[in-house]
């Protein structure tokens, strides 16, 4: 089983910056796929930013120009740094990975335990 923990979250005001961490203490992994979600007091849980493997990346329309989605490779560590804050992005932000085993090739998939992003207008 592979956990990834996640920090960074808490209270800011409109305009201002936050950045999410989502590591894992393992490494004997490769992460293939990592995402970061959202879910508001009254929402879905939804797709904010992604990244593949290979680079490719994926913003939700409203966050598109804000956010930006990154990794560190020697640390199995990725990151959501969300500038320009608005109060619309107030929500529990969930990273979630998927990863290949190196030892076995098993696809594991993880969640982390949520953290609270609270902008104030």
């Known amino acids: 089983q592979v956990e990834f923990v996640e920090s960074g979250g808490g209270l800011v005001q409109a305009g201002g910056s936050l950045r999410l961490s989502c590591g894992s203490a393992g490494s004997d992994f490769d992460i293939n796929f990592m995402a970061w979600y959202r879910q508001g007091p009254e929402n879905q849980r939804e797709l904010v930013a992604s990244?593949?493997?290979?680079?490719?990346?994926y913003y939700l329309d409203s966050v598109q120009g804000r956010f930006t989605i990154s990794r560190d490779n020697a640390k199995n560590t990725f990151y959501l740094t969300m500038n320009n804050l608005k109060s619309e992005d107030t929500a529990v932000y969930y990273c979630h990975a998927n990863v290949r085993m190196k030892n076995t090739g098993r696809i594991a998939r993880s969640w982390g335990q949520g953290t609270q992003v609270t902008v104030s207008s």
């Open positions: 990244m593949t493997s290979g680079g490719i990346v």
